[in-house]
């Protein structure tokens, strides 16, 4: 791309980590990927089986989750962030605190990634007990989020000199956008830290024997819809501070930017419990308070979609476009030298469309007819595997470019993935939705029961939609091979420019004074009391209602694994594991679907 | 701020407010609410089908791996169910077909739906929460029959609580 950026000397150990940082997960998402694929033929009992491909339908759903969600988003986050403070405030990070991060992460992950392979954590990527995974498992998601923490505290220092040398200036607007994503990240995940290692991992080891179950749920949530925010704030980053200038124009208001990111802060957290309106244990009054916080989180989105519209109009009016939308067509769409533009603008029609939907999940008592159907993986794909995915495939390869200083190959091709993405994705979820809307529930391996003709529960009507979610996956797979087969020639060919430091960072149209919105601080407090305000009561709640714990479970059988007799905790697992008899007789007795 | 943006700041909240509105009017005015609290009933081990009053029935239903208890709830034609639910096992769902009734079962809570059912037929609950390898396979029926193919039941005391249940409810 030639957008006369100001580029950066870069230091070539933060290229080394940071190619790292971004190609191990990319490659991780060929798993990933193909296991979505293989999920939504399973499904649609195209394949009918327990399992494919060695990995069982539950076990592949589970790294579906982890990888394309938590581990490829974290990594990226991580990378795109440590590259664009450095850009931004024109500083070198400290490498040895960067190095120790990636380390933690990469050793968790790959202590997660053997356990699920191995068949002892089949417990989906929200691991609720009391089924029960392998306690490496639970270590590896902790040592996996310590090292994202490491990270960000590695930005701080750099922050604090910066505002001391520059007391006057406004922080770059990516700077406080990459600072909201990890405020809310830090907050967010002591919960779940505490969940996963103070509750979880004794209890897997058998050093306790019963966990409160509604408490480890609620401490979930607490992490579990901010997490959204996790993952979209990184891709907001990118509309905000550039996708402007690759559309040819400016930001049309550099303080809208700056509020929405505050009201971030203060919103995306004290929200979690309408995740939670079907669950007994929390006051349906407080379930409302919830969902009117969650409300108040659309706002900023609401804001923001005016902002970039408006932005975008710009630039094509700039570019020649006249009349009322005269302005849409002269955007450069299929421009192979800015082809990140087609990647941010697709995830952002996507997004009206996920982001609409959201709204109808937090409105409390609409979510009795979607909660837990298909129709909620169709909504999230919509937003984590639109706008976020899109975004950050698309930042990926422009970072590799960059810092390799190996122009991208197959440009052409290139910018054809979000469009592809766009029609596979829209197909899958419509299908996915409306099949929730006639009560398909999600999760589940249906292609064995619901759409099997020969078993007692098939259900006809659902046909149809999971058709469309077979064809949608199948383009949404192939868009997919064409962005490895791009990502990886780039990064595998040769050096064609000076390897550097840059992003193509936008000017604003409206560029006023920052005033309250200059500082985190009066925000983090905000979100602080809210998050007592709105929480403290739902733990009383779940406190007082909760009549006993529950011992552990292992996902392949109805008792408790205590009271399965003779061995060691791992000698036991692997038994009713590996023995064929006792599955068989288990199933035998539990299931009717004759498999 | 330019002027264009504060009105859509304005219109945003608006927007909002509407649609809270709209939930709060879904509450008080069509009675449409979610799961409370509960605290004043312990989780129960025996599933029973109790026969409140004529028209009035209530089911303890127990979510196991993989079945529902009692497996078929039968009801008569516009009776109305309340549904106490719980979880002998690990985490389970409950949702009934073309019902707004949907509920998570939590070993040590209980979740407390109701509903009414004008028609005739059999109305499966789908387990909606994944709970292991046979996840797939469990699933319920509400079976509501025409008034007169009921069994003859003992009625116990109208609106009498879950505790009478052993000595005048009808047990399944």
Redesign the interface.
């Known amino acids: 791309m030639n957008l006369r950026e100001v580029a950066m000397e870069l230091d070539p150990k933060l290229k080394r980590l940071t190619l790292i940082q971004l190609a191990v997960p990319v490659t991780l998402l060929i798993v990933g990927i193909g296991g979505g694929l293989l999920q939504a033929l399973m499904r649609a009992g195209v394949i009918q089986a ?1 399992s494919a491909l060695g990995l ?1 339908y ?1 076990q592949g759903l589970t790294l579906h989750g982890i990888i394309n969600a938590i581990v490829f988003t974290t990594f990226f986050a991580i990378a795109f962030g440590n590259a664009l403070v450095s850009y931004a405030l024109k500083a070198r990070l400290n490498m040895k605190v960067a190095w120790i991060s990636n380390i933690l992460m990469l050793v968790g992950t790959l202590m997660v990634a053997i356990m699920v392979f191995a068949g002892e954590a ?1 417990v ?1 990527y929200t691991f ?4 029960k995974a392998h306690p490496v498992f639970y270590a590896g998601l902790a040592l996996f989020v310590v090292g994202s923490w490491v990270a960000f505290w590695n930005w701080i220092p750099v922050y604090m000199r910066w505002r001391r040398e520059n007391p006057a200036e406004k922080v770059p607007m990516a700077v406080v956008g990459i600072f909201a994503t990890f405020i809310i990240w830090q907050i967010c995940t002591i919960p779940v830290a505490y969940e996963v290692l103070v509750l979880l991992l004794p209890w897997s080891l058998g050093w306790t024997n019963e966990i ?3 408490l480890t ?1 609620t401490l979930f949530w607490f992490f579990g819809h901010p997490l959204v925010y996790f993952w979209l704030l990184p891709a907001y980053v990118m509309y905000y501070t550039m996708l402007p200038k690759l559309a040819g124009g400016k930001l ?2 550099d ?2 930017g700056r509020v929405v990111f505050m009201l971030f802060i203060i919103f995306s957290i004290p929200v979690g419990a309408h995740h ?9 009054d407080w ?2 308070l919830h ?2 916080l969650t ?2 989180v ?2 900023p989105s ?2 923001t979609a ?2 970039i519209a ?1 932005s975008l109009e710009y630039a094509g009016r700039k570019r020649g476009g006249k009349g009322l939308f005269g302005w849409f067509r002269t955007l450069p769409y299929l421009d192979g030298d800015r082809y990140l533009f087609p990647y941010l603008f697709v995830g952002l029609i996507i997004f009206i469309v996920g982001g609409s939907t959201g ?1 109808i999940n937090a ?7 979607v ?3 298909s129709w909620i993986p169709g909504h999230f794909h919509l937003t984590v595997a639109g706008p976020v995915f899109l975004g950050f495939i698309g930042m990926s390869l422009y970072m590799v470019e960059k810092m390799t200083g190996k122009e991208v190959k197959l440009k052409k091709l290139a910018v054809t993935v979000p469009y592809m993405w766009l029609v596979g994705l829209f197909i899958f979820s419509f299908g996915m939705m409306r099949g929730g809307l006639h ?1 398909e ?6 292609g ?3 759409l099997n003709p020969d ?1 007692p ?1 098939y259900r006809p009507e659902w046909e149809f939609y999971v058709l469309l979610t077979v064809i949608g996956g199948v383009i949404l797979f192939l868009a997919m091979i064409v962005y490895f087969a791009v990502f990886f020639q780039t990064l595998f060919g040769e050096k064609t420019t000076e390897e550097k430091l840059v992003f193509p960072l936008s000017e604003s149209y ?1 560029d ?1 004074r920052a005033g309250v919105f200059a500082n985190f601080k009066p925000w983090v407090i905000g979100a602080i009391v809210l998050i007592l305000l709105s929480y403290i009561p739902v733990f009383i ?1 779940v406190s ?7 011992p552990a ?1 292992n ?4 008792v ?1 694994e205590n009271q399965i007799s003779g061995g060691s905790t791992e000698e036991r697992v692997t038994e009713s594991d590996g023995t064929a008899s006792d599955k068989e007789k288990n ?1 035998g007795e ?4 004759g498999e | 701020m330019d002027k264009h943006e504060k009105r859509v700041i304005f219109a945003s909240i608006g927007l909002m407010a509407f649609f809270f509105l709209a939930v709060i009017l879904a509450v008080s005015g069509l009675g449409i609410t979610v799961p409370d609290c509960i605290t004043d009933r312990e989780p129960f081990t025996e599933p029973e089908v109790i026969q409140l009053d004529e028209t009035h029935y209530e089911v303890h239903s127990i979510a196991r791996m993989w079945t529902f208890d009692p497996p078929v709830i039968e009801i008569p034609a516009g009776a109305t169910l309340d549904i106490f639910l719980t979880s002998a096992d690990v985490v389970h769902g409950f949702q009934i077909e073309s019902r707004a009734v949907n509920m998570m079962a939590v070993p040590g809570q209980v979740t407390k739906m109701s509903a009414k059912f004008d028609k005739v037929g059999k109305y499966s609950i789908v387990c909606h929460e994944y709970c292991g390898v046979n996840h797939h396979s469990m699933e319920g029926v509400i079976h509501v029959r025409p008034v007169e193919d009921m069994p003859a039941r003992e009625v116990s005391k109208a609106g009498s609580p879950a505790s009478n249940a052993t000595e005048g409810g009808a047990k399944l």
């Open positions: 327990d069982g539950y089949s989906l609720y007990p009391p089924l409160n179950i509604e749920r049309y208001s303080l809208a939670q309106f079907t669950e007994p244990g929390i006051g349906s379930k409302l969902a009117f409300f108040g659309a706002i609401l804001i005016f902002t408006a709204i409105s409390y008592n609409m979510n009795l007819i909660h837990n159907t009560g529930p999600r999760r589940t391996n249906m064995m029961t619901y078993s529960l409206h006023e709640d007082r209602s909760t009549s006993s714990g529950a479970y996902p392949h059988l109805p408790p199933d539990t299931s009717e679907d």
